[in-house]
């Protein structure tokens, strides 16, 4: 009889070492996570809990050929994560973007969202939902959008292989969602409730999970399901700037500085100094509430009438909803520069206009809310089957769809356009002094001048048909070569009802709205936003459903953007080789694998140019190929190495032949469907050290030679320079008014596209720890340990950004400058990331804290002559409390954010000026999980 030397790959182990912890725990030698000394001889060790999981996560990465991290079944449930991307970040090299106060997004090794595939049993996809501006319409994966009980395991894959899915540069993570057939035999059931209580919005909200199972005695026909179900409120609280810019001001200190739209003939220094200064574009605290409903739901099929077959079914759906509602005061000062009178400034040595005195400004009272909906479902079958002792079949057929649905997008805004006694001071960047005056609280003050709704739609689909063969050649060589085909669709549109009270209803004379009244409003207080003594912190705000009643809003047409109106379909075929080999060199064991990945990818994009619907097609091939070995110096310690070339293709945005306006920043934006994928090749080395049982402590450092990097490029001009007809202005916004009114028409827009840039290079190094302390003792210090690990991250891209604005007094303007050359890392990049968690588990009860930190770091070029914006740095502390009563009860207690971390934006890298600084609280879980 041959014997076997099966193919088990990262995920299958994940699966393996999780099944009877994702279904409810079994107890039995044979369930538990293996040996991490890999010895032979050693004996199952039985451990429950924490530590289990932990020890199964470590086995998965020991046993994989290429570089692998993971998180298994009871890591993920029984830790205080909302959602996937919580949980990822505790993986070396993993950091998250948040939204709402809770993980959305994830970075690898510095590479932003975009550069990760993500693959949902097997099969890949993108799930999209919503942030603070719009829908997601990128490639990269909004996590948020699934319940982390939904899932039993997550294999994060670091080095490339042929027989993993091209187009990633940073990492492929694998979403499992269990499998009956390792669970035992009978009827199992899981159930979880908890209360989740924060300390801003006082309220306590429920959050439910359940799992049952039932698998036949033979362990020969399996079928599982789960639901996880969470409705609850956050409030975010802070301010916002809306980013900095210059401009000229009516007077500075009594003396006149503009005549219309340009400088008096001889400016004062005083009115120049004030008009190259940057000052806040829309300077405002507010509140925005988010009202979530979250639900999913899986089940599997698996059945297994002879060792050599299985067959598995999985199906998976998830509906995220949410409500988000704000609340603003502030001040239009942008395109509203040349009415204003600024006295009492102050310019700091960064050339900010941090403090001022303001007169005859507008101010703005602000009533948002947006409905929206996403709903996610994948299906897919794949079938393993062995064809004698030395070939198997493997078999994948699925399909995944994900919908984000904005039908409600509105905005009302109440006007008062020639306020007097408003100040602001930026001395303290991070929590400024606004002051409005007493009128901010008088309905009559005002007048209803502006309604908006822009309702949209998103789609992405996927389908995929794979399949591979393997030949096991001899006991340490196997042969693999497969073939896949994948079709991606994104299609999205955008629709808008938007008016100036005075275009849709008649107005009186010297008026720019409807008279506003206390029927028509709300008194809105602030509550607690970091804000220092002093500071304005309630106004009039419309009521949403007496505004919306009072215009007919909903009943107006909603006008179809044709810049928003877009679309691609990718197909991506192609096949794979790779021999997997295991062998000595100097008497020291190796194993690993080479070979080459073909993809072909043929690409349609869609969209408007110029008033006509336009489809413009290519295509482009790939040869991809790959290499990972491991050295066995002793049984402990594993010395890794990989080389291989990657790609990532354009984000979907950039690959449409149409474009879009923003009216409020002046910047046209247009797609370029030629635009290159990211190419780029990685070289990777670790050594990996399991000094004993449950425990490792490793070293790993990677490096990316990016060859091909689109880049955006950005021209400054005229709107009679770009040949773009009017009617693509919306009454009512700053450019219409500027353009079409006349009040500028020299203003000058940015003109903004992305082309194939000449490349980056990435490279970093990464720590890890984990040591349980029954590595060096038996008594009562066995049940603690701790996890940590640290990634430090380099790269330089050579960027080309236009700064400030200068005065010219040729041409009595503010013209601009010849743009800079910068040397900055990627986008979304931190230099340093690092995070440790401190536990107790004795199987009974068990308690741990979290820390995790993200060093600041740039995600765009900016605008408004900034020189880059981003993020300041972060850090979030969680725990968990947890005690076992039976083999069946156990309760529990969670806190997030304990430190409630406020999430800072600059804008300008180097005068660091305020975008925006809010906060979301604390939040506490309390509850019982049931299992049976």
């Known amino acids: 009889m041959r014997k076997h030397v099966k193919r088990i790959s990262p995920v299958k182990c994940a699966l393996m070492a999780t099944s009877a912890i994702a279904l409810p725990q079994v107890a039995q030698a044979q369930d538990s996570a293996a040996d991490p000394t890999g010895s032979p001889d050693a004996e199952a060790i039985i451990v429950t809990g924490y530590r289990e999981s932990l020890a199964a996560a470590i086995n998965v990465k020991r046993e994989s050929i290429g570089a692998v991290d993971a998180i298994v079944a009871e890591d993920i449930a029984k830790f205080p994560d909302q959602n996937l991307a919580e949980s990822l970040q505790r993986i070396p090299g993993i950091s998250i973007q948040r939204d709402a106060g809770e993980g959305r997004a994830i970075t690898v090794r510095g590479l932003g969202a975009q550069f990760t595939r993500v693959r949902l049993n097997g099969m890949e996809t993108i799930a999209t939902s919503t942030d603070g501006a719009s829908a997601n319409r990128d490639r990269a994966f909004d996590f948020n959008v699934f319940a982390s009980e939904l899932f039993s395991s997550i294999v994060v894959h670091k080095t490339a292989e042929a027989a993993l899915d091209e187009g990633s540069l940073g990492a492929v993570v694998d979403l499992n969602t269990g499998a009956p057939l390792g669970g035992k035999a009978g009827f199992t059931a899981v159930a979880s409730a908890q209360g989740r209580y924060n300390d801003l919005t006082k309220d306590v909200d429920p959050r439910l999970a359940g799992l049952v199972a039932w698998v036949n005695e033979d362990h020969t026909f399996g079928v599982s399901a789960s639901v996880a179900w969470s409705d609850y409120t956050t409030k975010e609280l802070g301010n916002n700037s809306v980013r900095w810019a210059q401009a000229p001001f009516r007077s500075v200190n009594g003396e006149t500085c503009m005549s219309g739209s340009n400088f008096v003939t001889t400016p004062s220094a005083a009115c120049i100094e004030v008009a190259e200064a940057f000052h806040p574009r829309i300077p405002r605290y507010g509140l925005v509430n988010h009202d979530r409903e979250r639900l999913g739901a899986t089940g599997s099929i698996q059945w297994e009438p002879t060792e050599d077959t299985k067959l598995s079914v999985d199906g998976l759906y998830s509906r995220f909803k949410e409500n988000r509602d704000e609340y603003w005061g502030e001040v239009l000062l942008r395109s509203n520069e040349r009415n204003i009178d600024v006295s009492n400034y102050v310019i700091d040595g960064d050339n900010n206009l941090i403090s001022a005195d303001l007169d005859n400004v507008y101010v703005r009272t602000e009533r948002y809310q947006r409905e929206s909906q996403t709903e996610f479902y994948q299906i897919s079958a794949k079938l393993e089957q062995r064809l004698g002792e030395t070939l198997k079949v493997n078999l994948l057929a699925g399909t995944s769809k994900s919908q984000a649905d904005i039908p409600v997008e509105t905005t009302l805004a109440y006007d008062n356009r020639d306020a007097t006694g408003y100040s602001y001071d930026y001395t303290d960047m991070k929590s400024p002094l606004l002051t409005f005056g007493d009128e901010i609280t008088d309905p009559t003050a005002f007048q209803f001048a502006e309604f908006r709704d822009r309702p949209s739609y998103l789609t992405n689909k996927f389908k995929t048909f794979s399949g591979d063969l393997d030949w096991e050649v001899s006991d340490d060589f196997t042969m693999m070569v497969g073939g896949f085909y994948r079709q991606f669709d994104f299609a999205t549109e955008g629709y808008r009802r938007d008016a100036n009270y005075c275009s849709a209803f008649t107005c009186a004379s010297g008026t720019y709205g409807a008279p506003v009244t206390a029927e028509l409003s709300d008194i809105f207080e602030l509550g607690d936003a970091g804000q220092p003594s002093g500071n304005t912190n309630a106004w009039v705000v419309p009521n949403l459903g007496a505004g919306t009643d009072f215009v007919d809003l909903y009943s107006r047409e909603a006008v179809l953007q044709q810049g928003e109106q877009r679309d691609v379909t990718e197909k991506t075929m192609g096949g794979w080789f790779m021999a997997q080999f295991e062998s000595e060199i100097f008497g020291m064991r190796m194993n690993g694998n080479a070979g080459v990945r073909y993809a072909k990818t043929k690409q349609s994009s869609s969209g408007f140019t110029d008033g006509t619907y336009v489809t413009v097609k290519r295509d482009y091939d790939d040869f991809l190929p790959s290499f990972n070995v491991n050295f066995f110096p002793t049984d402990n310690v594993i010395v890794r190495g990989a080389i291989a070339k990657v790609i990532t293709r354009p984000t979907l945005g950039s690959l449409t032949p149409g474009g879009s306006v923003d009216q409020f920043n002046f910047r046209v934006s247009s797609g370029n469907p030629f635009i290159d994928p990211y190419r780029a090749t990685t070289y990777d080395a670790a050594v990996e050290w399991y000094f004993a049982p449950g425990a490792l402590a490793s070293v790993a450092v990677f490096a990316k030679d990016i060859v091909s990097f689109p880049i955006s490029t950005s021209l400054q001009g005229t709107w009679a320079d770009s040949g773009l007809p009017t009617s693509l202005l919306t009454e009512g916004t700053p450019a219409y008014n500027a353009i079409v009114l006349g009040q500028d028409p020299n203003r000058e827009f940015e003109f903004r596209t992305t082309g194939n840039g000449p490349g980056a290079n990435l490279k970093g190094v ?130 997030t954010n304990l430190t409630d971390n406020y999430r800072y934006r600059f804008t300008d890298l180097a005068a660091n000026r305020n975008y925006e600084n809010n906060h979301y609280g604390r939040t506490f879980l309390f509850g019982a999980r049931f299992s049976y």
């Open 766 to 895: 990464e720590l890890s720890l984990q040591l349980p302390f029954s590595a060096f003792t038996d008594g009562f210090a066995r049940n603690f340990g701790v996890l940590a690990n640290l990634t430090l991250v380099k790269s330089d891209v050579d960027y080309t950004v236009a700064g400030a604005l200068a005065y010219d007094p040729v041409t009595n303007k503010l013209v601009a400058q010849p743009a800079g050359d910068y040397v900055q890392p990627l986008l979304g990049l931190a230099k340093r990331s690092w995070n440790g968690t401190a536990y107790y588990d004795d199987g009974k009860f068990s308690v741990r804290g979290s820390v995790a930190y993200r060093s600041g770091y740039n995600d765009s070029t900016s605008g408004n002559n900034n020189v880059f914006e981003g993020y300041g740095s972060s850090l979030n502390v969680d725990a968990s409390l947890r005690y076992k009563f039976t083999d069946y009860l156990e309760l529990s207690l969670e806190g």
